[in-house]
């Protein structure tokens, strides 16, 4: 029973399209983020929801947006895929607090590797 | 501006060994630091964790070490296991999570 999934695992497209990447979480977590990893290996924040509302975005092309229609359901949609978009995204959850709570800590799940031609 | 981080791209240690990952940040306003722990196609999991007035945390085979003047971090782990090799991410909170680019782990039988 998955806490965190995320589809589609992998995906390849064309320059110039349109894709979605979706992630659930069924922890009952209040905040769910989206992280890129890139050829780097750096793991950094995009957006992050709370309760639906979104807050933190940052520097990302406005190319990206992400859609929360509920607390469980964090969802990325891209526009106009360009090649420096090819990376893993993971999406995250946690419940909102100071830590040292264990609900506070991140969740991951496995990832969406996407792969712009 | 990287504000974790991980010099050390890849490590490698025979098995039963004691392995020590390292970590480094820049901001003092961080009040708890994490690492985590990746495998090949698999999301990162927490492993262990370690709030700022603390120094050492343990966990059976894991332990991290908190050098707060440093601004460093540790996580050791002994006696080291072929699945222990992994990719370990340390990470820092201060209400936002940043993450260093991680630490390729191979334990060797």
């Known amino acids: 029973d998955t806490a965190v999934s995320q589809t589609p695992k992998y995906l390849v497209t064309q320059m110039g399209n349109d894709k979605s990447i979706k992630c659930e979480q069924n922890?009952?977590?209040?905040?769910m983020y989206w992280y890129k990893q890139d050829s780097k290996k750096f793991l950094k924040i995009m957006f992050s929801?709370?309760?639906?509302?979104?807050?933190i975005n940052e520097t990302v092309p406005n190319r990206f947006s992400p859609k929360s229609p509920d607390k469980a359901h964090l969802n990325l949609h891209i526009n106009s895929l360009e090649l420096g978009d090819s990376a893993v995204y993971f999406c995250?959850?946690?419940?909102?607090?100071?830590?040292?709570?264990?609900?506070?800590?991140?969740?991951f799940g496995a990832g969406s590797r996407l792969t712009v031609l | 501006d990287q504000q974790v981080k991980q010099n050390s791209p890849s490590l490698s240690v025979q098995e039963g060994r004691i392995s020590i990952l390292n970590c480094d940040y820049t901001n003092s306003m961080f009040d708890y630091f994490l690492w985590y722990k990746k495998y090949p196609a698999e999301g990162p999991t927490f492993l262990i964790s370690?709030?700022?007035?603390?120094d050492k945390n343990e966990d059976g085979r894991f332990t991290v070490f908190l050098n707060k003047s440093a601004k460093h971090l540790s996580l050791h782990i002994v006696p080291s296991q072929p699945g222990d090799s992994a990719v370990y991410f340390c990470a820092a909170s201060s209400g936002q999570f940043y993450f260093g680019t991680g630490t390729s782990l191979t334990v060797i039988p």
């Open positions: 922890l009952g977590h209040d905040t």
């Open positions: 995250a959850s946690n419940q909102a607090g100071r830590l040292p709570s264990r609900a506070n800590v991140l969740t």
């Open positions: 370690i709030s700022s007035i603390k």
């Open positions: 929801y709370n309760n639906k509302e979104l807050i």
